[in-house]
């Protein structure tokens, strides 16, 4: 019977296992191998050795612009996301009339497609006739930037319009306040505490794994991000929004550089790696696990 | 009822599912006569093309043509690389992505036609010579003329009546128009209601290059022999006539203040502050299709000249078609040879963004727009007199170096850097690309050309 449950167990992760091994790992394997090799995939690729990671970590400025570009934007943009993300959340964590429309309201965006979205911030940050300037204007007679044509507002052109996307984290913050038990905030009210105390004591301790998981998938989104710019900047003005993997992209699809571009993947690879690391080594000191502590 | 799901089960179900997906196979591999068209996803030539190829196909019923599209520059030629990657090149495909044939020639992605041109005797007394010469590297010709178009000035007929202007010539030749008469004219077709503006002289549509400003005073980005070769070491950014023309061209936006700004234009979407009827002049290639959805009369005219000596001032662009190595070439080649014929032209001129290469046919495509005929036919025999290939169609790499000069450009079209510095910045950038774009090909030039120099 043993064996047999095994098989089925084999069966069904079969699918899962072999598109892991077919469609993630081996080419990791294979683009490892490439990024010692000068490769334009309609010719055989050419050993060169370390050639790439020396252009990549010591000649090419571009390198270090990309990385710069996307570091900004998801130091920034991660915590306010974070922020967001768990403030909207408590404010639909309330028991009012009509708040699961606000709810399914506030996940709309989510489901529209990236390029979409791209598009139709192209024209609400376009500074001439954009929705967004003309508030600005209407509501406060400040007159809005140049948004995507400057070198000083294009990222935060992007994280603006990042904030539409910020649906499926406030749901996931939503359900790990819907899991903290009612009783906790009882006895915390019966000793007197506020609403700011119950927060710093209750609900971010309680949240805290949930934070942590945002923040994960935070860096690794951030440090990914590519459709905003290949739609709606083409990495410009002057380069200011060239995210490192829309300049890898264009060393691999459009300058026929495989193995440069390779290269770069494995350096984006190791960054998200040890920053990864980094935020799970650290968790000790900042996320609680509830049922770890019932536990010891 | 205790159903178990046995072993033989399994393999039945595995059998039947392997049977199931090999049936679908044969379909790949064994309809020989398949040709596949590679182009980009232009709703209007497609839809011509569509019928061209229902057309062809009635005539050949032994073919069948697999039309796929992909969306157009950096993107197209990324998907066309990986369709010879996977050992599936196209039968047919263009130059309608940003990588232009001779980057094609140098990847070894074109098939030479020369043989199949001289054993069917294919006439080509029909086309431009300047179209054939496009073509043809070391000898050898790699495609045939699907259309071409030398860049002219637009203008709407509309304004000009309003501002009581007289129109603009179509006459290359006429030395009276001048850059600086241009300039008067768009002052003079600017209008302002206190801080806005709320008609433009000009729209600067597209950079075309960055090679059709330098042409107005008689210079170019990249000297004659990178065309001959498509390959070079040098460029002549640092000519200061470059520069000069650079800076004139931006000036109409910021000093002048008589083109419309890069924000304002995108604003406008795809047809641009032109076809709305907010702006009197444009220079853009390919804006015959453009100008003809407009909905007031427009006119085209010869591009102005900034220097009197200037005479090459019109960027053209010539599109050939193309067959893939290693495809089914005869397949490929009967198909080339119905879209370039006259029926096959006829057909998708009309839909076509570069006309037709054929000038029999050129009367009859200038027909079907509102301007007269023989205006539009002047221009256009004027503009290839006084008209240089486009750099993109002509130089290897022309995907990276468009992008390092469009970066190394942003600052200056937005008006946060001059020309010069501008160039200061590029030129270096640019010395480092182009040696190692050379360095890269210069074996490959060898075999291509016999009598390569470097």
Excluded: C
Excluded at chain 1, 61 to 67: A, F, I, M, Q, R
Excluded at chain 1, 71 to 98: C, D, K, S, T
């Amino acid at each position: 019977m043993r064996s047999r449950e095994a098989m089925y167990l084999y069966l069904f992760i079969a699918p899962g296992l072999l598109g892991m091994i077919l469609f993630h790992l081996a080419p990791m394997i294979v683009s490892f191998g490439l990024s010692f090799s000068e490769y334009e995939i309609t010719s055989p690729p050419e050993f060169v050795g370390f050639q790439n990671y020396h252009r990549m970590l010591f000649v090419d400025e571009l390198v270090g612009k990309s990385l710069s570009v996307t570091a900004v934007y998801a130091v920034v943009g991660v915590p306010i996301r974070l922020f967001l993300q768990l403030f909207i959340a408590m404010l639909l964590n309330r028991q009012l009339a009509g708040i699961r429309i606000f709810r399914a309201i506030l996940y709309f965006p989510s489901v529209v497609a990236g390029v979409a979205i791209a598009l139709g911030w192209i024209l609400l940050l376009n500074p001439t006739y954009g929705a967004v300037n003309h508030l600005l204007w209407e509501l406060f007679g400040i007159i809005g930037p140049r948004w995507l044509n400057s070198t000083q507002w294009v990222i935060p052109g992007l994280l603006l319009m990042s904030l539409w996307g910020i649906g499926p984290g406030i749901v996931i913050n939503l359900a790990g306040l819907q899991g903290i038990s009612a009783e906790l905030y009882e006895a915390a009210e019966i000793d007197g505490a506020g609403s700011f105390r119950k927060f710093l004591h209750i609900t971010l301790p309680m949240m805290s794994p949930i934070l942590m998981f945002n923040l994960v998938m935070g860096i690794v989104s951030n440090f990914q991000i590519f459709t905003q710019a290949y739609v709606m900047t083409s990495g410009g003005p002057a380069n200011s929004s060239l995210f490192f993997v829309l300049y890898l992209y264009r060393n691999a699809f459009e300058f026929f550089k495989m193995g440069y571009a390779s290269a770069l993947a494995w350096l984006l690879f190791a960054i998200i790696l040890i920053m990864t690391l980094a935020v799970f080594r650290s968790s000790p000191l900042w996320v609680y696990y509830e049922a770890k502590r019932e536990r010891t | 009822m205790n159903q178990h799901f046995s072993r033989r089960d399994f393999l039945k179900l595995a059998a039947a599912s392997g049977t199931l997906l090999a049936s679908g196979l044969p379909a790949w591999g064994q309809d020989m006569s398949e040709l596949l068209v590679y182009w980009r996803n232009n709703p209007r030539e497609i839809e011509t093309m569509e019928q061209a190829f229902a057309d062809f196909t009635a005539d050949h019923p032994s073919y069948s043509v697999n039309f796929q599209q992909a969306a157009g520059g950096l993107e197209g030629d990324a998907r066309l690389q990986a369709l010879f990657a996977a050992g599936t090149p196209p039968e047919v495909f263009a130059s309608v992505f940003n990588a232009g044939l001779v980057d094609y020639v140098y990847r070894d992605f074109v098939t030479d036609l020369t043989p199949l041109i001289e054993r069917d005797a294919w006439d080509q007394s029909d086309y431009f010579d300047v179209a054939l010469e496009t073509f043809t590297f070391g000898g050898k010709q790699f495609g045939i003329p699907r259309g071409g178009i030398p860049s002219p000035l637009f203008y709407n007929k509309d304004l000009f009546d309003q501002a009581g202007l007289p129109y603009p010539p179509t006459d290359w030749e006429d030395e009276s128009w001048t850059w600086d008469t241009m300039l008067e004219y768009a002052h003079a077709l600017t209008k302002r209601e206190g801080p806005r503006t709320t008609q433009y002289g000009i729209v600067i549509g597209s950079t075309l290059n960055w090679n059709q400003w330098p042409m107005l005073w008689g210079a170019q980005i990249f000297p004659d022999d990178a065309f001959n070769y498509g390959l070079t070491r040098e460029h002549n950014f640092r000519d200061p006539v470059v520069v000069n023309s650079l800076q004139k061209m931006v000036d109409l936006i910021w000093t002048e203040e008589v083109a419309p700004t890069p924000e304002v234009s995108g604003g406008f979407g795809f047809f641009g502050p032109f076809n709305n009827g907010l702006a009197a002049m444009y220079i853009h290639l390919g804006a015959y299709t453009v100008a003809n959805n407009a909905e007031f009369n427009w006119g085209a005219a010869a591009l102005p000249r900034g220097e009197p000596s200037a005479q090459q001032r019109s960027t053209t662009f010539t599109g050939p078609f193309l067959i893939g190595s290693g495809s089914n070439v005869e397949g490929a080649w009967d198909l080339v040879k119905y879209l370039t014929g006259v029926d096959g032209q006829r057909t998708i001129m009309r839909g076509a963004v570069v006309g037709t290469s054929r000038q029999s046919l050129l009367e009859e495509w200038f027909g079907a727009m509102s301007p007269p005929t023989n205006e539009l036919l002047a221009v256009q025999a004027g503009g290839y007199k006084h008209g240089l290939e486009s750099p993109n169609v002509r130089l290897v790499g022309w995907g990276e170096i468009a992008t390092l000069l469009s970066s190394e450009f942003d600052l200056m079209m937005l008006g946060e850097r001059s020309a010069q510095e501008a160039v200061d910045a590029l030129a270096p950038k640019l010395d480092v690309l182009l040696n190692e774009i050379y360095d890269k090909n210069i074996d490959k030039a060898r075999t291509i050309f016999p009598d390569f120099p470097g």
